[in-house]
């Protein structure tokens, strides 16, 4: 069985499913907008990059070899504004979020990205591109910068479906000096006080869509195979992208496959840092461990917007730990010389399990179903040692390497660890006092928090269930 035999993924671009190809034999690149360093990332973020970086880990799964690229925005008016508010210099507190954008993947167990690479070490990249754009004519300089002319690129608007009448109305970075109000920068020109460069168009700082293509053109060509990012980057920064680089290159498609992910909202709306309803990534790693908060992630087809709340937070741990305790318990079986009775029953479940997992990637990397299929092989293993102790050889290879693929391409962590364990064990105290103040047993349950916090460890009782914070103490 190949698993890639059958890969389908949803287009953007074509509006389509279509059979994935990479333009170049086994090799896939790959692109997806990363984030701009000014604070911390939240759940929305994470949203993104667990799901590429399942992307990415089902396809080497697969057998390709994959390059997978994350850039971060380092050069934007947002950090700017920021690090002036707290007296910093720009690329400082660029640097500083940037680290702990990096710790919160590395937490997250998102290890798939190849290269970070920042906006602020290809001016040299976007010096050319621009040159190159108004040499073509495709853009035009003005007093306050460059700005790239929508209506010499006849297939603008076409990845978010927009007409040309809608787009030259839309006005985006107001100015009177542009030709048409959806022109977009190139490059800004800046007041010589602010963080920027020289450039032959006065000092300034780029344009956030060029950053892009300056990256992805150095390191996978005029061409490459895949570019993701959330749904609400289409217009205009994807737009933007494929302008500049068709422009510049004359090569079409600039991107085969487009790849969107919906949103994360809160009640229904947006989660955002200007909307202020946001958590961070941080906040739930303070509650949850990574396979919770992947597995929260990733119970919802990633196209559809999905709904934030802690009780879905609180759902996905439990289904966490469930797998957690079936990999533990497939550990801990004897392994013995000829197959146990019932062990022909948990192998078949098993293949079924892998086949329907490996069909739920392959359908447009329906994560649902590959769910469904983890915590069939979970229980599974769960009902077999509940009754057996013992298993072969063979029964145990089978098993166990089903259990740890489907753990791989979902980022789950399934090998024991004593932080785990520590929360299991927090898990289960504050399971048994719930219990008991729903007995009215209220000194005991007080004794327990008392316990507890003499440990570092802060119960918060909630209206929709008690949660901890484990305060270090060294
Ligand atoms: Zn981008």
């Known amino acids: 069985?190949?698993?890639?035999?059958?890969?389908?993924?949803?287009?953007?671009?074509?509006?389509?499913?279509?059979?994935?190809?990479?333009?170049?034999?086994?090799?896939?690149?790959?692109?997806?907008?990363?984030?701009?360093?000014?604070?911390?990332?939240?759940?929305?973020?994470?949203?993104?990059?667990?799901?590429?970086?399942?992307?990415?880990?089902?396809?080497?799964?697969?057998?390709?070899?994959?390059?997978?690229?994350?850039?971060?925005?380092?050069?934007?008016?947002?950090?700017?504004?920021?690090?002036?508010?707290?007296?910093?210099?720009?690329?400082?507190?660029?640097?500083?979020?940037?680290?702990?954008?990096?710790?919160?993947?590395?937490?997250?167990?998102?290890?798939?990205?190849?290269?970070?690479?920042?906006?602020?070490?290809?001016?040299?990249?976007?010096?050319?591109?621009?040159?190159?754009?108004?040499?073509?004519?495709?853009?035009y300089v003005t007093p306050s910068g460059v700005y790239f002319d929508i209506t010499k690129f006849e297939d603008y608007g076409k990845l978010s479906g927009r007409r040309p009448e809608e787009l030259r109305v839309h006005r985006i970075e107001p100015d009177p000096n542009k030709r048409n109000p959806g022109d977009f920068a190139l490059w800004r020109v800046r007041p010589q006080n602010e963080f920027g460069w020289e450039s032959p168009w006065g000092y300034g700082r780029p344009g956030w869509h060029i950053e892009d293509t300056a990256i992805t053109i150095k390191h996978f060509g005029a061409q490459y195979d895949i570019h993701g990012g959330a749904v609400e980057l289409i217009f205009p920064h994807h737009e933007a992208e494929i302008a500049q680089a068709e422009?510049?290159?004359?090569?079409?498609?600039?991107?085969?496959?487009?790849?969107?992910?919906?949103?994360?909202?809160?009640?229904?709306?947006?989660?955002?840092?200007?909307?202020?309803?946001?958590?961070?990534?941080?906040?739930?790693?303070?509650?949850?461990?990574?396979?919770?908060?992947?597995?929260?992630?990733?119970?919802?087809?990633?196209?559809?917007?999905?709904?934030?709340?802690?009780?879905?937070?609180?759902?996905?741990?439990?289904?966490?730990?469930?797998?957690?305790?079936?990999?533990?318990?497939?550990?801990?079986?004897?392994?013995?010389?000829?197959?146990?009775?019932?062990?022909?029953?948990?192998?078949?479940?098993?293949?079924?399990?892998?086949?329907?997992?490996?069909?739920?990637?392959?359908?447009?990397f329906n994560t649902p179903v590959a769910l469904s299929n983890l915590y069939r092989l979970s229980s599974a293993i769960n009902d077999y040692t509940n009754r057996e102790s013992r298993i072969s050889l063979e029964g145990m290879n089978r098993v166990s390497s089903l259990l740890n693929n489907m753990a791989y391409v979902l980022g789950l962590r399934l090998e024991e660890d004593e932080g785990r364990l520590a929360q299991d064990l927090i898990r289960l105290i504050v399971d048994v006092r719930a219990v008991l103040r729903s007995r009215k047993l209220w000194d005991l349950a007080d004794r327990i928090r008392e316990e507890l916090k003499s440990l570092g460890i802060e119960l918060q009782d909630t209206p929709t269930g008690t949660r901890w914070i484990i305060r270090n103490k060294k």
């Not at 389908?8 to 499913?17: A, P």
């Not at 507190?93 to 954008?101: Q, T, V």
């Not at 550990?331 to 892998?354: H, N, P, R």
């Open 247 to 364: 422009s510049l290159t004359g090569v079409k498609p600039f991107v085969n496959y487009w790849m969107h992910v919906g949103l994360l909202t809160v009640d229904g709306v947006k989660m955002s840092k200007s909307l202020g309803n946001y958590v961070t990534i941080r906040d739930v790693l303070k509650r949850y461990n990574s396979n919770a908060v992947r597995l929260f992630i990733l119970q919802n087809y990633y196209r559809r917007p999905m709904d934030f709340s802690w009780e879905a937070l609180d759902s996905a741990a439990r289904a966490a730990s469930r797998v957690e305790t079936a990999a533990l318990r497939l550990k801990q079986l004897d392994i013995v010389d000829s197959k146990v009775e019932g062990e022909a029953a948990l192998t078949k479940e098993a293949e079924e399990a892998w086949d329907g997992f490996v069909e739920g990637m392959n359908n447009d």
């Open 1 to 139: 069985m190949t698993a890639f035999a059958g890969l389908q993924i949803y287009n953007t671009r074509t509006r389509k499913i279509e059979v994935f190809k990479p333009l170049t034999g086994k090799r896939v690149f790959m692109f997806v907008c990363g984030p701009t360093v000014y604070d911390f990332s939240h759940v929305g973020h994470a949203r993104v990059f667990i799901f590429f970086d399942t992307v990415a880990k089902w396809l080497k799964f697969s057998g390709y070899s994959v390059f997978y690229i994350v850039n971060i925005t380092d050069v934007d008016d947002k950090i700017v504004n920021r690090a002036s508010e707290e007296g910093a210099h720009p690329l400082e507190l660029a640097r500083r979020y940037e680290r702990y954008f990096i710790e919160d993947m590395l937490r997250l167990n998102v290890t798939a990205p190849n290269l970070y690479p920042r906006a602020s070490d290809y001016l040299k990249e976007i010096f050319e591109q621009i040159e190159g754009l108004l040499s073509k004519g495709y853009a």
